[in-house]
């Protein structure tokens, strides 16, 4: 199946940008819609966006819509999110995942393997 590596977490002050990336192995990549999720402690695990093959359908949680872009690099075996304009309440640990299945969906259970997960901490 396929292995997900995450990387591109950190510390970035209010108003700030990161670029979180995950790479995938086991020649799976082609066939999976990708998602990204995040939880932080003692909260659920939330979606926060997803993106198909072909990268002609994606889905943004309302919390993050018009600030996240999700991308992906089928050449490159990469998932992306792009994060701007970042506000406090975005700390969390992010996880990228993948879903076998062909349409995109927003439940963490659509999802077949996931990432180890990267630290966005977010000062005000």
């Known amino acids: 199946q396929v292995q997900l590596v995450e990387s591109g977490g950190g510390l970035v002050q209010a108003g700030g940008s990161l670029r979180l990336s995950c790479a995938a192995s086991?020649?799976?990549?082609?066939?999976?819609?990708m998602g990204w999720f995040r939880q932080a402690p003692g909260k659920e695990r939330e979606f926060v966006a997803a993106i198909n093959w072909s990268s002609d359908n994606t889905y943004y949680a309302d919390s993050v819509k018009g600030r996240f872009t999700i991308s992906r690099d089928n050449a490159k075996n990469t998932a992306y999110l792009q994060m701007n304009s970042l506000k406090p309440e975005d700390t969390a640990v992010y996880y990228c995942?993948?879903?076998?299945?062909?349409?995109?969906?927003?439940?963490?259970?659509?999802?077949?393997?996931w990432g180890q997960g990267t630290q966005v901490t977010v000062s005000s």
């Open positions: 995942a993948a879903r076998y299945a062909s349409r995109i969906t927003y439940y963490s259970t659509g999802y077949d393997c």
């Open positions: 086991g020649r799976t990549f082609s066939s999976n819609t």
